[in-house]
């Protein structure tokens, strides 16, 4: 079977995208006590979706971010991998400050922000070749903070403030979020601004439409609107 890449990057079969959806809805974590990983979780203010148990012993768990399509499962007799072993689960957040207080808040033990001073070093566990504070600029992709939960199964925060191309359906624009929200009306906004000054600095009366090319722009990677 050959494979190619299509315009996105992404690697096919024949050159073929997939056309069926495939919607990625739930990860297995594997944890030593249920109650425990359970009232962890709970205690984020993630959504409890189910809690069942079967007189066969099996128990599913499942719980789900705010703002977030796709859940976590845990229980008894899902997973034969060993408790903790899950690493390097992506939380995505819009601020990554913001976040990161939310949970400590919650008394989670979380990492300061950081950014990686050498490639790939979020995933790693020793804390090793990691900057202290948001990336330069606020570069999208590149601002974390880690923690664990009873088990040791570790989570990572990543603010991601725009998309790069082909990462979201060009024909769909959608927020997690009323704070995902207002953060892409305040960055539209600030670049709208700027769009002025460099139009004389007349009142653009055709901002919402400027607004909307903007923000679909930037969610799905296209070119920005000047």
Do not use: C
């Not at 984020?44 to 859940?71: H, I, K, M």
């Not at 808040?105 to 020793?126: C, K, L, N, Y």
Request: charged residues 20%; proline residues 6%.
């Amino acid at each position: 079977m050959s494979t190619t890449q299509d315009s996105t990057g992404v690697a096919s079969a024949n050159g073929r995208p997939g056309k069926v959806p495939f919607k990625f809805e739930a990860t297995v974590i594997p944890v030593t006590d249920v109650d425990a990983a359970k009232a962890f979780y709970a205690n984020l203010g993630w959504r409890e979706d189910a809690d069942f148990a079967f007189d066969n012993g099996f128990r599913v768990v499942q719980f789900t971010p705010p703002g977030s399509p796709a859940s976590v499962q845990f229980g008894a007799g899902i997973t034969s991998a060993t408790p903790g072993s899950a690493q390097g689960l992506y939380l995505i957040v819009s601020d990554i400050q913001a976040a990161r207080d939310e949970l400590a808040g919650h008394g989670v033990e979380v990492s300061e922000v950081f950014h990686p001073g050498a490639p790939g070093a979020q995933f790693h566990t020793d804390g090793s070749d990691r900057v202290g504070g948001r990336a330069e600029e606020g570069a999208s992709y590149s601002s974390f903070a880690t923690f664990s939960d009873p088990d040791g199964n570790g989570w990572l925060l990543q603010e991601i403030t725009s998309r790069l191309p082909g990462r979201i359906e060009s024909d769909e624009t959608s927020f997690a979020s009323v704070d995902d929200l207002r953060d892409a009306l305040v960055r539209a906004a600030t670049a709208h601004g700027e769009h002025e000054k460099r139009n004389g600095g007349e009142f653009d009366v055709n901002w919402p439409a400027w607004y909307a090319e903007y923000m679909v722009a930037e969610q799905s990677g296209a070119e920005l609107p000047e």
